[in-house]
């Protein structure tokens, strides 16, 4: 779809720190992904469709849940049970962007095998590495790690609505182009918790 409402949905989402991509009135996969944490913070069931429901909650939408009321004034929280992460700048909400944690799968790698399971806790950003960088655990773009070099905040061209990673947490490709640039490293505080959804 493309269009005026288009539009305003990608300006209205901007506004609210859910980033669209461009404003330019076409419905691409950037603004779907918007769309997507959009509809996750206000407890929607994700659709790939502006439903009534959002359009509502788009008029009087209520906060991302917050996770550590008193993690710092700069702060990442994933919430891996809505699939949503939240950059908070200044203790005020920067962007939010949906994600794709662990899918708890068994699988193998080099370092052997075991299920797919992101950590929860209180972490902080170690190190950043720029373009597309291969660990044992898989490929990522622009990682931000979080554990050592295995566990990350990286781009993918895969970030679906279900929980799909090796244990890493998965954020789309365009917000990854600029995330790193976001969060100082190292020393960003991240905190992980929830469990995600089966």
Not at 105 to 112: A, E, I, L, V
């Amino acid at each position: 779809m493309k269009g005026e409402a288009v539009r305003l949905l990608q300006k209205r989402l901007a506004a609210l720190k859910y980033y669209p991509g461009r404003v330019n009135g076409r419905f691409g996969y950037d603004t779907l992904e918007a769309v997507w944490a959009f509809q996750e913070t206000q407890g929607l069931h994700p659709r790939n469709a502006v439903t009534p429901a959002m359009q509502r909650a788009l008029a009087s939408p209520r906060r991302p849940k917050v996770l550590v009321p008193h993690g710092g004034r700069l702060r990442v929280e994933v919430n891996l049970k809505n699939q949503v992460l939240v950059l908070y700048r200044r203790n005020h909400v920067a962007l939010v962007s949906h994600v794709s944690s662990a899918g708890g799968y068994y699988f193998c790698s080099p370092n052997g095998c075991g299920n797919a399971v992101t950590p929860t806790g209180d972490f902080t950003t170690l190190s950043y590495m720029p373009g597309r960088v291969t660990v044992p655990l898989g490929a990522m773009y622009n990682p931000v790690f979080f554990i050592g070099t295995l566990y990350a905040i990286h781009g993918d061209t895969h970030v679906p609505l279900r929980p799909a990673s090796h244990g890493c947490v998965r954020i789309p490709m365009d917000i990854s182009a600029f995330f790193h640039t976001l969060v100082p490293t190292p020393g960003t505080p991240v905190y992980i918790r929830g469990h995600a959804p089966k």
